[in-house]
């Protein structure tokens, strides 16, 4: 009896294990969360560390390899949760990286999670460097604008299980776009301010991902559909949707063009950008 005993709790143990690493490899298999950006001929994507919560700046040429780009240790992350991961919700705006920092440290706070970070500040990325120093320098640093949005999010649900939140900065205005059980709410940063809008009806089953269209946004949902704010129109997106777990957003800045790319086309990072854009 004892021996059937431990080798149940031997097969519990090894679903266990297998759970966590399929959860993991969710992850694990996209090469850079959410979007590339192209300024000027040059890009910047980001990828997050699994295990230390932290992202690296990829920076680089459109016409050069991939794995040839300069690499930066961002003081910022997101943490990987089992049933709702958080991608790295982030932007640039001239020489500004602007992004959230949820990464599941404990001095992390919401109210300081929201980063404003010169690129020019950077410093190189270097693996064997111990995480926790950007980890302190993601908790404290680099906070000038209070996250009101988020914290108010936080007191007015009891339950967060279904949190999800993107940011975008448009003409130097920031722009926070927070849903929690189907309702979104959009937070404007203008004049040292946070203005709110009212709650839209948006249902969600997983994160969306925002861009910028004119004078507009565009919220890229997760079975697909696409939602136009402040238009509030809703474009189905029919079939062979593009979703956002399984694309990357690519925004060239300089054309103001906007395409998704399977993730599984920068599993060879010894390809360009521009090698990369012409096989999608």
């Known amino acids: 009896m004892k021996k059937i005993l431990e080798n ?34 040059t890009f910047y994507a980001v990828e997050i560390n699994h295990e230390t919560q932290l992202a690296k700046l990829f920076t680089g040429s459109i016409n050069e390899p991939i794995d040839s780009a300069a690499v930066y240790a961002l003081p910022a ?27 599941a440290y404990a001095q992390n706070s919401h109210i300081n999670s929201l980063k404003s970070i010169p690129v020019s500040t950077l410093e190189m990325y270097d693996p064997a460097e111990k995480p926790v120093k950007k980890l302190m320098q993601a908790a404290y640093a680099n906070n000038k604008v209070q996250n009101l949005p988020l914290i108010k999010t936080y007191k007015k649900y009891i339950y967060m299980d279904d949190l999800y939140f993107d940011l975008i900065v448009n003409k130097g205005v920031i722009y926070q776009f927070i849903c929690v059980k189907n309702e979104l709410t959009v937070w404007k940063y203008e004049n040292m301010n946070w203005e709110q809008s009212e709650i839209i009806p948006f249902v969600t089953e ?47 800045r300089k054309t103001n063009e906007v395409v998704t790319i399977q993730h599984h086309f920068f599993d060879d990072t010894s390809q360009s950008l521009t090698e990369i854009l012409k096989k999608n």
Request: contains cysteine; charged residues 20%; hydrophobic residues 40%.
């Open 206 to 252: 997983g994160y969306f991902s925002v861009y910028a269209a004119g004078n507009s946004f565009r919220l890229l949902k997760s079975n697909g559909d696409v939602y136009l704010y402040p238009d509030n129109i809703l474009i189905p997106c029919g079939t062979a949707c593009p979703r956002p777990e399984d694309v990357i957003l690519v925004e060239n």
């Open 77 to 103: 992350g997101s943490r990987r949760m089992v049933m709702n991961p958080f991608p790295f919700a982030w932007d640039l705006y001239g020489d500004t990286l602007y992004c959230i920092n949820y990464t």
């Open 8 to 41: 149940r709790k031997m097969v519990r143990s090894f679903i266990i294990i297998l759970f966590f690493i399929w959860c993991n490899n969710l992850f694990a298999q996209e090469k850079f969360d959410r979007r590339i950006i192209i300024e000027n001929d």
